[in-house]
């Protein structure tokens, strides 16, 4: 069976091993998807959402929405770091959270993970997420 996986400039298949980022400071995925998976020669990465789990425990250890939030922004600067960046790096981030009251949260937050010029950003309710968390995100990078 031949394989469909694109190839890149390099000859590569984007979803060869080399370009898979994986880290154990970060949960490990809940089902068929990598933590990351870099492309564009290396430049361009793309995160899975992270939730609130701690890699530590794989629990879900805070209860409401900004502890969720936090821990969910450290996994995503978890997943950065072992991208080879940080969150400076990141140009796009999506948000899923199960009240759209908590937004004004979301926002003050994120103020203090990210810095001017913020890197653009959707926000989408959801009606629920894996393991009932409140929140989920997910970014690009470019490093």
């Given at each position: 069976m031949q394989s469909t996986a694109q190839i890149n400039t390099a000859g590569t298949?984007?979803?060869?091993?080399?370009?898979?980022?994986?880290?154990?400071?970060?949960?490990?995925?809940?089902?068929?998807?990598?933590?990351?998976?870099?492309?564009?020669?290396?430049?361009?990465?793309?995160?899975?959402a992270q939730t609130p789990v701690s890699a530590l425990t794989n629990e879900v250890?805070?209860?409401?929405?900004?502890?969720?939030?936090r821990q969910t922004l450290d996994n995503l600067a978890q997943m950065a770091e072992a991208a080879g960046g940080?969150?400076?790096?990141?140009?796009?981030?999506?948000?899923f959270i199960?009240?759209?009251?908590?937004?004004?949260?979301?926002?003050?937050?994120?103020?203090e993970y990210f810095t001017s010029p913020y890197p653009a950003r959707t926000t989408a309710g959801a009606s629920a997420l894996a393991r009932n968390t409140l929140v989920a995100i997910d970014a690009i990078m470019v490093v």
């Open positions: 298949p984007f979803l060869a091993e080399e370009n898979v980022i994986f880290t154990n400071k970060a949960p490990l995925p809940l089902g068929t998807y990598s933590q990351g998976i870099k492309v564009s020669r290396g430049q361009t990465i793309y995160l899975s250890l805070a209860q409401d929405f900004e502890g969720q939030l940080t969150l400076a790096n990141v140009v796009k981030v999506t948000a199960t009240d759209l009251s908590e937004f004004p949260t979301l926002n003050r937050v994120m103020q």
